[in-house]
């Protein structure tokens, strides 16, 4: 299957605004879910999505499913684990610490995608993207200090770290995923891992709620309603990641992802009522002139 090589960036920025809305909604769920259930919400409300994504393409392209091989196994459950811990840790963060300044901490992911990407994947970096990596990532450090520390402590700093080097290891475990299954067709690949990928999540997060908190379960299922709309926009987002991590490399994909710190200045301006000082705005521009060197780079 052919592509434009600009096609990864439109799925990104894509999969970042889907997935900005998606923490947004997930933050409001925290305080009568928890952390756990809230994690939950999006993978198991997910699921179901991805099964009409795949569905579609399924008759849409008249293609039979993937037969995937050994290696296709320890990749996506690998990427399934990190990402609930990720997930787990990051909405830990948000009830520490305001909204943008824990999606910028979180944010810092790049830098370990790039060591990890190379370590377990041997996927290259420039040196013109290495230098668009550093540029934005201080952009986001940037935007999460203030004169005198961070604010909050020391404890949101570490969630929130913790948080993006979960984020990092769940993105070069799909990724790996994905390139194992060795189709021409990327987007089956992509959808095919979303499936497999939730459909682990979901199984493993039911049975630990239900053996552990039980009543979490059923306060989850009765959330529903709100639930359903942040589980479309988790698989959404999702989707589209997918499908940037079968045409670029991680690295490139989760640079260009601090995208999504813009995104969040505009949820935290207009739906929290947060506003943006003078510190974060010079973060902001950092942010834009590494994302516009790595789309330059690539």
Do not use: C
């Not at 996506?76 to 909204?99: D, H, K, P, W, Y």
């Not at 009522?273 to 010079?282: F, H």
């Amino acid at each position: 299957m052919t592509t434009t090589p600009w096609l990864w960036a439109v799925f990104t920025v894509t999969a970042a605004f889907a997935q900005t809305i998606r923490n947004a909604m997930q933050r409001e769920l925290t305080a009568g879910l928890g952390t756990v259930g809230a994690t939950q919400v999006r993978f198991l409300f997910g699921f179901p999505f991805a099964l009409v994504f795949i569905a579609v393409l399924l008759v849409a392209t008249g293609a039979p499913l993937p037969r995937p091989g050994i290696y296709f196994w320890p990749w996506v459950v690998a990427g399934a684990l990190a990402q609930i811990a990720a997930t787990a840790l990051m909405l830990a963060a948000m009830g520490e610490r305001s909204f943008v300044v824990t999606i910028a901490y979180i944010k810092t992911e790049p830098i370990q995608v790039a060591i990890f990407g190379f370590l377990f994947l041997h996927d290259t970096v420039t040196w013109s993207m290495a230098a668009a990596i550093v540029l934005a990532t201080i952009g986001v450090i940037v935007t999460s200090t203030k004169s005198g520390g961070m604010v909050g402590g020391i404890k949101p700093t570490l969630l929130g770290l913790a948080s993006g080097g979960a984020f990092a290891l769940a993105a070069i475990g799909f990724r790996g995923a994905i390139l194992s299954l060795g189709l021409p067709d990327y987007v089956m690949a992509a959808t095919f891992t979303l499936v497999v990928g939730l459909a682990i999540q979901s199984v493993a997060l039911s049975l630990y709620l239900s053996l552990r908190r039980p009543s979490m379960m059923f306060a989850l299922l009765r959330a529903w309603k709100p639930s359903l709309f942040a589980g479309f926009m988790g698989a959404l987002a999702s989707q589209f990641w997918f499908l940037a991590f079968a045409l670029a490399t991680a690295a490139s994909v989760r640079t260009l992802a601090l995208i999504e710190v813009l995104f969040a200045q505009l949820v935290a301006r207009y739906g929290f009522g947060q506003r943006t000082s003078a510190r974060e705005a010079i973060g902001m521009v950092l942010v834009i002139a590494g994302v516009a060197l790595l789309i330059l780079a690539y």
